[in-house]
């Protein structure tokens, strides 16, 4: 038995370093097509070291499938995030188990350090912020009529640099145009339920390990930054973050960032089985569409698609003989829905939830 536990663990090491090889080696024949992805000012050479550093951290990425790899990394380059620094914070390419295919695929989760770098970018947005009430920290809140009030004094004492245990999480932007967005505090508890319900890292006694148990600090502050980006204008990179962030992606192509997928499974966290099925439940979280031409009211926003109407779009269109991946469908199918709405579309998930109702309506009425 020992012997046999023995053989497996060395095969084991002798598939990643195999694998590691020659993933690398697409890595580096992809350098043209990141280049060509990234925002102006960055480096292909840069990122393909990030993603060496992720593999030399997390060595099961060696032997997840290799385009769910590359696709991760081409999401970071389109994204203009460096994966794998930990200084930084952007963002993790993490091995998971995909319960639909049976094997290891790479899953890209993007860090709240990478949302508030995204944010940085936009024009829309002048800061944001994400902050930790801790028990020695002065917290005081009120809502009002025409605006909300909070302060929010640290714990600072001369020979006394122990603030306490984290008690509230709460976070804040601030709009160009001098307007504001307050997200909701949750208390210590809320955020323990939060975890205990969406954490997907787990051992096989489905206890919660990986970020949720080593940076829970770090993720309480994600969970804060997401929930006030339900809350303010989006730009179109900040949209793209959302959508991909926890998915895997194994077309390489630009325009695939439009249409992520996300799996079903759990982090591998040892060598054994993979985890069993019934995975916690995925967070969703609405947002606003980036700033659009709305007659001169550059003010009006819309609630975007639900999953559930996304998937009924597909599907009908599918029907249709508007599916499929390749460059040309989703050209053609883009065509049809951007004549059908009246606007131009990049990406299904660029539909409101009202113009997603009116188009199921009509593919619905064509398919009969």
């Known amino acids: 038995m020992g012997r046999d536990l023995a053989n497996r663990a060395a095969q084991q090491v002798e598939r990643q370093q195999q694998g590691g090889v020659d993933l690398k080696q697409q890595i580096v024949s992809m350098e043209a097509q990141f280049q060509r992805a990234m925002p102006k000012g ?36 389109q994204l203009g995030l460096r994966p794998g620094v930990g200084a930084l914070g952007h963002a993790w390419i993490l091995p998971f188990w995909d319960s639909k295919t049976g094997g290891q695929r790479a899953q890209l989760i993007i860090g709240y350090k990478g949302y508030i770098e995204l944010g940085h970018r936009s024009e829309q947005i002048a800061s944001l912020h994400s902050r930790i009430v801790y028990a020695n920290d002065e917290f005081d809140m009120e809502y009002g009529a025409a605006e909300d009030r909070w302060v929010h004094k640290p714990y600072f004492t001369v020979g006394h640099d122990e603030p306490g245990a984290p008690r509230l999480f709460y976070a804040v932007g601030r709009l160009a145009n001098g307007g504001y967005s307050l997200a909701d505090p949750m208390t210590l508890r809320q955020m323990e339920q939060h975890r205990d319900r969406f954490a997907m890292a787990r051992d096989k006694q489905r206890n919660v390990v990986g970020p949720w148990r080593d940076h829970f600090e770090a993720m309480s502050q994600k969970t804060m930054l997401l929930r006030l980006m339900a809350l303010m204008p989006k730009s179109t990179e900040i949209s793209r973050a959302l959508d991909n962030d926890g998915a895997v992606r194994v077309d390489l192509d630009p325009g695939a960032i439009d249409e992520p997928a996300h799996i079903d499974g759990e982090v591998i966290v040892d060598d054994e089985a993979a ?33 559930r109407q996304l998937t009924a779009i597909n599907t009908a269109l599918s029907k249709e003989g508007l599916g499929g991946n390749t460059a040309e469908q989703r050209e053609a199918k883009l065509a049809w829905l951007t004549q059908a709405v009246g606007r131009e579309i990049g990406s299904t998930k660029d539909l409101t939830q009202a113009e997603a109702t009116d188009l199921i309506s009509l593919l619905k009425g064509d398919t009969k």
Do not use: H, W, Y
């Open 42 to 77: 960055l480096e292909a050479k840069q990122l393909i070291r990030d993603i060496f550093t992720c593999m030399s951290n997390t060595p099961k990425l060696a032997i997840c499938e290799p385009k769910s790899v590359l696709g991760a990394a081409m999401t970071c380059s």
């Open 275 to 307: 985890p069993d099925a019934g995975q916690p439940e995925r967070e969703r979280v609405e947002v606003q569409q980036p700033a659009r031409d709305t007659g001169g009211d550059t003010t009006q926003s819309a609630t975007m698609i639900t999953e």
